[in-house]
């Protein structure tokens, strides 16, 4: 059975840095594309960035310039890391994968990890 893991959250101060991560477990599984959505309370879950197969990534505008999102295709992990950290950041965080396995394409949700932004 597949699962994602995500770790790295945590609190840091506005101006600061923090990386989070997700490996995707199991097996009998290829990647199409991984990434990571966030919600705020009280909001949306939205996107944040995606990097697909062959290396492309997409990020949303509010962290574009802050935020890189990359990947070790070895040990199938995601990362995100995030820099020049805003207040309105604080959400959880949110990995997806898009995974086939066998003759499916399914999407695939972590647990989410918190990510607080505050003085």
């Known amino acids: 059975q597949v699962q994602l893991v995500e770790s790295g959250g945590g609190l840091v101060q506005p101006g600061g840095s923090l990386r989070v991560s997700c490996a995707a477990s199991?097996?009998?599984?290829?990647?199409?594309?991984m990434g990571w959505y966030r919600q705020a309370p009280g909001k949306e879950r939205e996107l944040v960035a995606h990097i697909f197969s062959g290396g492309t990534t997409n990020y949303a505008d509010s962290v574009k310039g802050r935020f890189t999102i990359s990947r070790d295709n070895a040990r199938n992990t995601v990362y995100l890391q995030m820099n020049s950290l805003k207040p309105e950041d604080t959400a959880v965080y949110y990995c997806n994968a898009v995974l086939t396995v066998g003759t499916y394409i399914r999407a695939y949700w972590g647990k989410g990890t918190l990510v607080t932004v505050s003085s």
């Open positions: 199991g097996s009998g599984f290829s990647i199409n594309a």
